[in-house]
């Protein structure tokens, strides 16, 4: 299958610091990236679509304004965590769909705030 | 939107014996329904998916079924092995998006 990294793996970082963490297609050409938060033993919520060239489309719930998602290339998203809490520590997976409907994940991002 | 249900919420059986978890999606407009397994502290991975315009995939001991009257779809392992034990997620893809399951928590025993 295809491959997608995702950088860093885990960070902790002070609150009120921001935080970015980056998502790449590795071998193929990803049109729209996703961006997901996952709690404990939960399944995954889905936060925002990343259209390459556009804004993102954020999920019901999600402030726009502190999870700012950029997708600047067709095989790089960023997901920017601005002015961080505590309530924010998670697990945060990208994903990167191609064009026949397949969707890989990335490993995911570990973090924690202080 | 697309609601999807996944059953059992955790899975016991003895290695070699067979798994299966069984998934219900609301909206008959999905036409796309992958697995994902998702091992502790790791993104999920794909491991099969079936379109609309399919019955039954299968991949070694993994396989996937779809009844798109009924609108449900179950993975079915077999000949389960300890490197098995994971979680499984299914999803169903409307509105350009994936909507997942639950999860299910499938352990091998030796």
């Known amino acids: 299958g295809a491959v997608v990294s995702q950088h860093p793996s885990w960070v902790i970082c002070k609150s009120g610091t921001s935080v970015k963490i980056e998502c790449r297609s590795l071998d193929f050409q990803a049109t729209t990236m996703f961006w997901y938060r996952q709690f404990p033993k939960q399944s995954l919520m889905l936060m925002a679509t990343?259209?390459?060239?556009?804004?993102?489309?954020?999920e019901q719930g999600v402030e726009k304004d502190k999870f700012l998602i950029n997708h600047a290339s067709l095989t790089l998203s960023t997901l920017t965590v601005t002015s961080a809490h505590p309530e924010d520590s998670s697990f945060y997976i990208c994903s990167a769909k191609t064009r026949t409907y397949e969707q890989y994940f990335g490993p995911g991002t570990r973090l924690t705030v202080t | 939107g697309e609601n999807v249900e996944q059953h059992p919420s955790t899975l016991s059986v003895q290695e070699g014996d067979s798994a299966v978890i069984k998934c219900t999606y609301s909206d008959s407009a999905s036409n796309y329904f992958p697995w994902y397994k998702q091992e502790l502290g790791k993104g999920p991975q794909l491991i099969i998916d079936?379109?609309?315009?399919?019955g039954e995939k299968k991949d070694q001991r993994i396989a996937v079924t779809l009844n798109k009257t009924a609108k449900h779809f179950s993975l079915h392992i077999t000949e389960t092995q300890p490197e098995d034990s994971a979680v499984y997620f299914c999803?169903?893809?409307?509105?350009?998006?994936?909507?997942f399951g639950a999860g299910t928590t499938v352990t091998v025993r030796a």
């Open positions: 990343s259209n390459e060239g556009s804004k993102a489309t954020y």
């Open positions: 079936i379109r609309s315009n399919v």
């Open positions: 999803a169903a893809y409307y509105d350009y998006k994936l909507s």
